[in-house]
């Protein structure tokens, strides 16, 4: 069993940044594909970035090219989201997912982002 933990969300202003971080434990981290999704009101879940097991391949959503950056940490098993830019539409809970082929086995609790104007 797998274990994510999320971190880092909060309150900011449009154009703000905040590093949001998901640590995971239970099993080998690297063998893990990992993914950001968010789930903002009245909008199905959906995927912002994922990463895959090596770190070379990442992916994002339209949206959020150019703003967020995936990245992981595999000696402190932990993927972070450094979110620049930030506009209001990007207000949401931000999960953590984990997967041997795809991020989406393992589900963390989320954390919060509030961007303001």
């Known amino acids: 069993q797998v274990q994510s933990v999320e971190s880092g969300g909060g309150s900011v202003q449009t154009g703000g940044s905040l590093r949001l971080s998901c640590a995971v434990s239970?099993?080998?981290?690297?063998?893990?594909?990992m993914g950001w999704y968010r789930r903002a009101p009245g909008k199905e879940r959906e995927l912002v970035a994922a990463?895959?097991?090596?770190?070379?391949?990442?992916h994002y959503a339209d949206s959020v090219k150019g703003r967020f950056t995936i990245s992981r940490g595999d000696a402190q098993n932990t993927v972070f989201l450094q979110m620049n830019n930030l506009e209001l539409e990007d207000t949401a809970v931000y999960l953590c997912?984990?997967?041997?082929?795809?991020?989406?086995?393992?589900w963390g609790q989320g954390t919060q982002v509030t961007v303001s104007a």
């Open positions: 997912a984990a997967g041997v082929f795809e991020p989406t086995e393992y």
């Open positions: 239970g099993r080998t981290f690297t063998n893990y594909a």
């Open positions: 990463i895959g097991k090596n770190g070379a391949n990442t």
